[in-house]
């Protein structure tokens, strides 16, 4: 059944937990669809996992439209949400609503993902004015590492931890569906979750959020630059993959691969013909 918007209200009211995990190809998207879960993120950490590149602040609309068209052709019942790159909302809420739109229409998303709070409330309200549905993102937004100085835990003051609050408060109301709690302490994401009325989908942020999102290359031991402190390995597909690799090495030196049974045939009046 194609999860949506709704699907993600009515969870939040039968508490039951939901599922995200970024993707950012077909064939990870058709994977990741066909084991159930309920979203697909196509996040900015494409720029990380996929580009190389250090953060998630390069990422430009076409790369983002590039990957979320490729996400979409896969996913058949996941809702599929595009990260906003930076720059791509920050600058206005006119230029908000274009590229939420650009994601949509040309990246084929059913909903765009954005970072911030207060700072970004009127885009919020612009994009799902225009019938984009919106979902938040606040805690450590990696967009903004350079304010943070680097990619840190925040909340654990009161005063940091009353402003996650208010902020989460603040993009409810201004109409977000959802709203990512990231590297936020378990008893505050716990307690933000309570107080809204929109479900919290944690990354870092503890169990007691409505969902979890997980980078699926951390999930899945397939990124070994860093392993944040949150990121539960459920399989160890790095290894496989290397082991698969190492046995086609081996086979193609040996000339074990290819067997006969991978051979086109022919004729062999065909192969003496030609001179
Ligand atoms: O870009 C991303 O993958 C994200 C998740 C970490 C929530 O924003």
Not at 30 to 53: C, H, P, Q, R, T
Not at 62 to 84: C, F, K, P, S, Y
Not at 165 to 189: I, N, Q, S, T
Request: hydrophobic content about 45%; glycine content about 8%; charged content about 20%.
């Amino acid at each position: 059944m194609k999860n949506t918007v709704v699907t993600f209200r009515e969870a939040k009211k039968e508490n039951k937990k939901q599922t995200m995990i970024t993707a950012y190809d077909y064939s990870f998207a058709k994977l990741f669809d066909e084991a159930g879960v309920n979203s697909i993120l196509v996040g900015d950490s494409v720029g990380m996992v996929s580009l190389g590149y250090e953060d998630t602040l390069p990422v430009t609309m076409e790369d983002m439209i590039h990957h979320t068209a490729a996400v979409a052709r896969g996913a058949q019942n996941a809702l599929v949400i595009a990260d906003m790159p930076f720059m791509s909302y920050q600058t206005s809420v006119y230029d908000a609503v274009v590229n939420a739109g650009r994601l949509i229409k040309e990246g084929h998303a059913q909903a765009v993902k954005l970072e911030g709070g207060a700072a970004v409330a009127e885009q919020i309200r612009a994009i799902v004015a225009a019938s984009i549905p919106v979902c938040a993102h606040i805690g450590m937004t990696p967009q903004s590492k350079n304010i943070f100085g680097g990619f840190k835990v925040q909340g654990k003051q009161v005063e940091a931890a009353q402003r996650i609050m208010d902020e989460a408060r603040l993009v409810e109301e201004a109409g977000a569906f959802a709203v990512v709690l990231e590297c936020v302490p378990a008893k505050l994401a716990a307690k933000v979750s309570e107080n809204i009325s929109i479900p919290t989908i944690g990354i870092g942020a503890g169990n007691g959020c409505d969902g979890q999102v997980l980078v699926y290359q951390d999930m899945l031991g397939l990124f070994s630059d860093f392993t944040p402190k949150f990121a539960k390995k459920f399989a160890d597909c790095g290894k496989l993959v290397k082991e698969g690799v190492g046995e086609y090495i081996k086979e193609v030196e040996s000339g074990a691969f290819p067997a006969e049974e991978h051979h086109f045939k022919i004729d062999q009046q065909v192969v003496d013909a030609v001179k």
